[in-house]
């Protein structure tokens, strides 16, 4: 990890919800979506493909749910805003191929109380998740990756909300953030890049000016120096873009998705994943611990890693690390996670505590598109442990 004690440039990325990996990501927890509205106990692993005007659906679902998969696609394609048959990839014109089977009895069998070989839920899959927060914004979020996300979301607003002015903008777009850290903390902005996919007739210096007015829009002011580059499509132009311009996959921005390479990432994804896969449910549990605990005032920055075997609930190890912010040893707020007298990581427990069968006020799609994490209507952001955790340390 990062020297905290010295000076150093920090970036992260993030890319719009018509990005390609981010539309493909979307689809698949759209499926996901759907099953889980008329069936809870829904198991789904989807993974969608897209290119020019080409879908495939593919994995394994166990549900009750009927579902029309190839208009579920459609739909959320058409509400990302590929409409225009320009654009080579369109919700009309796409054809979609659904590959979608029955999950795996070997797999169920673990996952599944009645027949797990222990007698409770055990986890979906083997590895290690990650959650990590700090207090370098109000979401504790790193502030590069959250302030990229708000870049690219501020576009997408514009673009849906205001089409008579910004209807040159297309669904496909990147942002990425270079802070110069101290000690830390992250001082200022160096780099700003923002690549947008746009029509023929928009000039690269209207986006630019767009693209300067968004930054200073949700970027803080005190980040913003004279000395701050802007790199607004620094090819030229960003005409041929989104699936027509390049393939995309569920479960490429895993990076994006998290905390834009500033903690560690287990490798797993997330989107079309129901809960009782670990990879998805395991990390927003770390990142709800992390969170807790840093907003208890146990560290200034605090990154959690559990880790667990395919068909067994208790987690094999937990392991915290507060890179020397920490007001108790670290092995000790470990512990206290082992022992689970506030957090419970079998994943039945994280499935009942943070609601992730029956979402309510919010849906998995919307985390498909600007980060699982540092938004306030997800569960897994509550701030409702603190006081158990200051009674235990504090």
Known sequence: MNDWKTRHVLTSESVSEGHPDKVCDQISDAVLDACLAQDSESRVACETLAT?????LAGEIATKAQVDWASLARQVVSEIGYNDPSAHFTAADAEVLVKLHQQSPDISQGVTAATSLFGEQGAGDQGMMYGYACRETDAFMPAPIYYCHRIVERLAKLRHQQPSQYGFLRPDAKSQLSFVYEDGKPLFITDIVVSHQHTEEVSREQL????????????????????????VNPTGKFVVGGPDGDAGLTGRKIIVDTYGGLAHHGGGAFSGKDPS???RSGAYMARYVAKNLVAADIAER?????????GVAKPLAINVETFGTGKVPDDKISQFLLDAKVFDFRPASIIENLGLKHPS???????????????????WEKLDKTDAIAAEFL
């Open 52 to 56: 020019t005007n080409f879908i495939t």
């Open 361 to 379: 006020g919010w849906s998995y799609r919307q985390t498909a598109a600007y980060g699982h994490f540092g938004r306030d209507l997800f569960p």
């Open 277 to 279: 896969k670990v990879d």
């Open 208 to 231: 630019t000016e767009l693209a300067q007015q968004v930054v200073h829009e949700v970027v803080p002011a005190q980040y913003l120096t004279e000395k701050t580059h802007y790199f």
């Open 302 to 310: 605090c990154e959690v890693c559990v880790a667990y075997a395919i």
